[in-house]
């Protein structure tokens, strides 16, 4: 099955730094929505994104919806300690009742001390 | 206001047994889905079920596995006849309704003997 391509795989940061991360498809998509997974749990949603081109926020991070439909961007502003763990992407077709979530590969954040 | 409840967390099975994983969706969601992750990936599709309904089952195995909603009672995802290649995370996420974002439990870790 497919999978999305999110860049980059991994990011060692500083506390404090900001964090970019993105995510593209071969295929359009009507929904983008952004996970996180810490270790041993379930994907938490951060943000849903429903439109092309839609900026959306949640606090400190910030997610935007390619208006081509086949990419999404996520940042993450002055990084904290719990922002550690891996992020994921998924998109949603949502037509004709696709429902189901394609997830992209991740991308692991640490933080260094 | 309980999230997606899974049970057990843990699982473990020798070869050629049966694994039943069991989901409760979130109050008030109809909608359940069902997803493999395997170590260092991301989660992939297997199973979209309505009450009583399955819906979408382009990602499940045409042997061995086998979901079901009932009208009363927890989702399950049955795997006969297991074997080592089954071992991984199995996640469900539940939405109200169409088109909303899907909202995780914490898995049931699967290990094969």
């Known amino acids: 099955g497919q999978q999305l391509n999110q860049s980059p795989q991994s990011m060692f940061i500083q506390e404090g730094e900001d964090v970019s991360m993105n995510c593209t498809s071969s295929s359009i998509f009507n929904t983008w929505l952004w996970y996180k997974q810490d270790p041993g749990e379930g994907p938490v949603l951060l943000i849903a994104l429903y439109k092309a081109g839609e900026l959306t926020s949640n606090g400190r991070l910030t997610a935007q919806f390619g208006i081509t439909r086949k990419d999404s961007f996520l940042n993450i502003s002055a990084s904290i300690p719990s922002d550690v763990g891996i992020y994921f992407c998924?998109?949603?077709?949502?037509?004709?009742?696709?429902?189901?979530?394609?997830f992209g590969t991740g991308t692991r954040l640490t933080i260094i001390p | 206001n309980a999230g997606v409840m899974q049970n057990p967390r843990h699982l473990v099975r020798r070869r050629g047994q049966e694994a039943r994983l069991r989901c409760s969706p979130m109050k008030g969601h109809s909608h359940v889905y069902w997803y493999r992750q395997l170590p260092e990936e991301g989660l992939k599709f297997m199973v979209y079920?309505?009450?009583?309904?399955?819906?979408?089952e382009s990602g499940m195995p045409k042997e061995r596995f086998s979901a079901e909603f009932p009208k009363e009672g927890p989702s399950i995802l049955r795997i006969q006849q297991v074997v080592r290649g089954d071992s991984a995370a199995y996640f469900c996420?539940?939405?109200?309704?169409?088109?909303?974002?899907?909202?995780f439990g914490d898995g049931t870790r699967l290990s094969i003997l």
């Open positions: 079920l309505q009450k009583e309904n399955i819906i979408d």
């Open positions: 998924a998109g949603q077709d949502g037509n004709f009742g696709n429902e189901k979530l394609t």
């Open positions: 996420a539940s939405s109200p309704r169409l088109n909303q974002p899907q909202h």
